[in-house]
């Protein structure tokens, strides 16, 4: 057979006109010690990122919001956030933007709870005056919401005393007698109850509403803009490893144990969907607690 040999010229269009195959987008991801990311981790794990384009690397943030500085400063591309970190960080004029959810609580699945610590009688909302209580953050979703709980139930911030405590020590403090209660959530929760060093004494946020968004993921403004397509694949491959996830619930304690260092007996509300009106009473708790002093406008904060 004879070979033809093709001038430079031409086998320089030739390769130029071939469809080039982009290297993944790389894309940092900070979370907080929670169940609710543990679609991602699937995602990670049995390599659905890589096949929407992404190129993911996990990090855990002890406070989640230490996250929106790390998305500023470049060290994060998306982080897990509760809605209240959104629209300080938007009330403090930063462009940050939602770009998923990625849980809901509801009160047919309420994991969300304030623990009081064993021997410690609490029977009604007043016993909690005086008391100290660890919050995940303050002004945190967990945070706000308990400041919101205690003003229907007739007290105020002032009554008690909120200090900041992550989520793997919580039950380590309730046992030392640090603090009195907590704010806390799976797989937290669970292992305290198994410990024996705390009781659940109020499904506080489902109490307040019965389905909201509980937390998901931000970016800057800037980022989100330039990257919609790593967006929309970061989406799909959460539904994708939520998908996985229900349907292998066998290998669900040894990824949360890898990522969380512990693991969770049940299971969230997983959605990537944000609804409208979502951080609609958010916006309304947090200007009744004086959070935010702006108008904010939640169609600005949201990416579709």
């Known amino acids: 057979m004879r070979k033809i040999a093709l001038p430079g010229a031409l086998l320089a269009s030739v390769l130029f006109a071939l ?5 993944p987008v790389k894309v940092a991801v900070g979370y907080v010690t ?13 390599g659905i990122f890589l096949k929407h384009d992404l190129d993911v690397d996990l990090k855990r943030i002890p406070i989640i919001v230490n996250i929106p500085p790390a998305l500023i400063s470049g060290d994060l591309q998306i982080g897990a956030a509760t809605m209240p970190v959104l629209l300080q960080s938007a009330d403090a004029g930063l462009d940050m933007r939602l770009v998923s959810s990625a849980a809901r ?3 047919e699945h309420s994991k969300i709870a304030l623990m009081v610590r064993a021997g410690l009688k609490v029977e009604k909302p007043e016993d909690l005056k005086g008391k100290k209580i660890g919050v995940a953050g303050f002004n945190s979703f967990m ?8 003003r229907v139930k007739g007290l105020n911030d002032t009554d008690v005393t909120r200090v900041e405590a992550i989520f793997p020590q919580m ?11 907590v704010t ?29 968004l509980a937390v998901g993921y931000i970016s800057t403004g800037d980022w989100a803009t330039k990257n919609p397509v790593a967006i929309k694949n970061f989406r799909a491959s959460l539904d994708e490893g939520a998908d996985y996830m229900r349907a292998h ?27 409208p009106g979502d951080l609609d ?18 169609e600005k904060l949201i990416v579709k």
Request: hydrophobic share 45%; glycine share 6%.
């Open 143 to 150: 945070d706000v919401f308990l400041r919101k709980w205690l």
């Open 105 to 107: 609580q509801t009160r």
């Open 34 to 46: 929670a169940s609710d990311f543990t679609p991602m981790f699937f995602a990670k794990e049995k």
């Open 184 to 212: 806390i959530t799976d797989p937290m929760r669970s292992i305290a109850l198994k410990q024996g060093v705390g009781y659940v004494f109020a499904e506080y946020a489902a109490e307040l509403l019965p389905d909201l």
């Open 281 to 298: 009473p958010y916006i309304a708790m947090g200007k009744e607690l004086g959070l935010y002093k702006s108008a904010l406008d939640p």
């Open 19 to 23: 469809p080039a195959f982009a290297d």
């Open 171 to 181: 039950p380590d403090l309730l046992k030392a007698g640090t603090v009195d209660a």
């Open 249 to 275: 619930t066998d290998e669900i304690a040894a990824v949360e144990t890898k990522y969380l260092g512990f693991t969770s007996p049940t299971m969230s509300e997983l959605s990537t969907v944000i609804k």
